[in-house]
């Protein structure tokens, strides 16, 4: 569904992503991992075409999506759950999960929609249905997130990429973050997910990449990854990987 082929990525004319390769398939999750500054969410930014591209080609759908803008590729289903939760704080969840369905707004049917999509995230995250008036920012992180990924949902994506879901979460929330990600699985939905909780986010997935500085240093399985020296170096730092 999504390829990344050779793709050179950066900010100000530095590299952040070095001929990065990368393949998402249509009805999997496909993790990628690595330490900090590894280039994680900058694989996520770029698909979503914030990021300067300097060479190689991404492609969704088997459309060329390399010079495209942000906007068009939110509205081919590509959506983002950004770093850091950021919903608005002053809106209340159900005026957080409405923005997320501009786009399908002026499509058919939109009242009905926005009902059938409302439902089926609260019947994701039961917790938002009785807290739906409360206003964003007064709710717990682990209540944040699942604003975050109910927002993203509402736009009904095809592709749904998570950057660091886990970051500043306590574990049996992760847990129920990950097995919501393995419900939309068996849903249909394509999943791309950034961590840096390389063991939970590889053996949910079932491909991984492992990254370090910029590049792809192993993929494979997400199982097989769990394991791989690749792996233990990445988070080691720039030395043991050079
Ligand atoms: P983290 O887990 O810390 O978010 P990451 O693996 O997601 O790490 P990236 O955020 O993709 O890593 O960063 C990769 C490299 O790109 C780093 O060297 C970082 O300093 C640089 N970088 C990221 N965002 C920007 C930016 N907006 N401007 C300049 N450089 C950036």
């Given at each position: 569904?999504?390829?990344?082929?050779?793709?050179?990525?950066?900010?100000?004319?530095?590299?952040?992503?070095?001929?990065?390769?990368?393949?998402?398939?249509?009805?999997?999750?496909?993790?990628?991992?690595?330490?900090?500054?590894?280039?994680?969410?900058?694989?996520?930014?770029?698909?979503?075409?914030?990021?300067?591209?300097?060479?190689?080609?991404?492609?969704?759908?088997?459309?060329?999506?390399?010079?495209?803008?942000?906007?068009?590729?939110?509205?081919?289903?590509?959506?983002?759950?950004p770093e850091g939760r950021?919903?608005?704080?002053?809106?209340?969840?159900?005026?957080?999960?409405?923005?997320?369905?501009?786009?399908?707004?002026?499509?058919?049917?939109?009242?009905?929609?926005?009902?059938?999509?409302?439902?089926?995230?609260?019947?994701?995250?039961?917790?938002?249905?009785?807290?739906?008036?409360?206003?964003?920012?007064?709710?717990?992180?682990?209540?944040?997130?699942?604003?975050?990924?109910?927002?993203?949902?509402?736009?009904?994506?095809?592709?749904?990429?998570?950057?660091?879901?886990?970051?500043?979460?306590?574990?049996?929330?992760?847990?129920?973050?990950?097995?919501?990600?393995?419900?939309?699985?068996?849903?249909?939905?394509?999943?791309?997910?950034?961590?840096?909780?390389?063991?939970?986010?590889?053996?949910l997935a079932d491909y991984?990449?492992?990254?370090?500085?910029?590049?792809?240093?192993?993929?494979?399985?997400?199982?097989?990854?769990?394991?791989?020296?690749?792996?233990?170096?990445?988070?080691?730092?720039?030395?043991?990987?050079?």
């Open positions: 569904m999504l390829r990344l082929e050779q793709v050179s990525a950066g900010y100000n004319r530095s590299i952040a992503l070095d001929n990065t390769s990368i393949e998402i398939p249509e009805g999997k999750i496909v993790s990628v991992v690595g330490a900090n500054g590894a280039g994680k969410s900058t694989i996520v930014n770029t698909v979503s075409r914030l990021v300067t591209v300097y060479s190689g080609k991404i492609t969704f759908d088997g459309r060329d999506i390399t010079a495209s803008k942000p906007a068009a590729v939110v509205d081919m289903g590509i959506v983002q759950v950021q919903v608005f704080a002053p809106l209340t969840v159900e005026e957080n999960l409405r923005l997320g369905f501009t786009r399908l707004a002026s499509g058919p049917n939109p009242a009905q929609k926005y009902r059938e999509r409302l439902d089926y995230v609260l019947d994701l995250f039961p917790r938002l249905r009785e807290r739906i008036t409360q206003r964003a920012g007064t709710m717990s992180g682990g209540e944040q997130q699942m604003v975050a990924v109910s927002r993203a949902l509402m736009a009904e994506p095809k592709l749904l990429m998570l950057d660091e879901p886990s970051l500043g979460l306590a574990p049996m929330i992760v847990d129920q973050i990950f097995e919501i990600l393995q419900k939309l699985r068996r849903d249909g939905l394509t999943i791309l997910l950034v961590e840096q909780h390389a063991d939970e986010a590889l053996q991984g990449y492992v990254m370090a500085v910029g590049r792809v240093r192993a993929e494979g399985p997400g199982n097989d990854l769990r394991d791989h020296p690749a792996l233990r170096q990445s988070y080691l730092g720039r030395e043991a990987v050079s």
